[in-house]
């Protein structure tokens, strides 16, 4: 198995605006030592830990703890697609065995049209042609600007976390939206995390609830298009490492043993190189 999503942050560092105190649960220190601990229990290999902070130092943070836990087995990290020199810095990212993919943060950013500019044009061509992947941290107004993204960057690969963070205020739009970016674009090029599902509904919901969305994502997806995830730690804001993955597990009977570890784990190789 493969955890195709996990964080470690050191709160020291200072740019997380995120994390305040207000989210008590997981307002602390995480390391990958932390995340093994929960993670090897359920079987889990290795992992791609995935960027928290838009800022380059926290990528610089994130490779050096890559290096130091054969474990993590790739990163998803950040640039500043604006800057002068974000070719340059792409290259230079690209260059590093264990980067595999970029994430802006589009969900925090308040133009769901951002990521279309014209100035990031030849940021997303150096992404496609040095194989990074573009992990696509979106809410469902984004998902027909993905769509856009991939017509104009066939050759970017993309991988739409957590389902597209779907809530029960905008089921309609997200069925609708994720069914249509999965039907109508390349399937070797883009594909969804399971994962992160848990925390989009209220506090106290057991796991149980998030059947209707992920029997979605199965059916729009299919085995071949899904990549397991736990998005620990955020995920204790809503339950436990061993209650996502067991029943995971239990979702995923219906699937021929090729089928699941495609998800539980081939699909996260393939994808991410790792």
């Not at 740019?15 to 932390?34: E, K, N």
């Not at 050096?64 to 990212?93: I, N, P």
């Not at 990074?132 to 993309?158: G, K, Q």
């Not at 298009?225 to 804001?237: A, F, I, M, Q, T």
């Amino acid at each position: 198995m493969i955890d195709a999503h996990f964080h470690a942050w050191s709160l020291g560092r200072g740019d997380y605006a995120w994390l305040t105190p207000a989210l008590a649960p997981i307002y602390r220190d995480v390391g990958v030592s932390d995340w093994l601990a929960q993670a090897q229990p359920q079987g889990i290999q290795g992992g791609v830990l995935v960027q928290a902070a838009p800022t380059a130092a926290e990528t610089d943070y994130l490779l050096c703890l890559a290096r130091e836990h054969d474990s993590v087995l790739g990163v998803v990290g950040w640039v500043d697609m604006l800057a002068t020199d974000a070719v340059a810095q792409v290259e230079r990212l690209a260059r590093e065995r264990l980067l595999k993919g970029l994430r802006p943060m589009l969900q925090d950013l308040p133009d769901p049209d951002w990521i279309l500019q014209p100035a990031l044009t030849p940021v997303l061509d150096a992404m496609a042609r040095c194989g990074l992947v573009f992990d696509a941290l979106i809410f469902p107004i984004h998902l027909s600007r993905i769509a856009t993204l991939m017509e104009r960057h066939p050759d970017l690969t993309v991988v739409i976390d957590h389902g597209a963070k779907p809530s029960r205020d905008n089921a309609t739009e997200w069925t609708q939206g994720i069914s249509a970016l999965a039907r109508h674009s390349d399937p070797a090029r883009v594909v969804c995390k399971l994962s992160g599902l848990w925390t989009q509904v209220e506090a106290g919901n057991q796991v149980q609830v998030l059947a209707p969305w992920v029997s979605h994502l199965m059916d729009c997806w299919g085995p071949s298009r899904l990549l397991w995830g736990s998005d620990w730690p955020v995920l204790e804001l809503a339950g436990t490492y061993a209650q996502w993955s067991q029943w995971s597990h239990a979702v995923l009977q219906s699937c021929t043993p090729e089928q699941k570890q495609a998800i539980l784990g081939d699909n996260a190789r393939r994808i991410y190189k790792l």
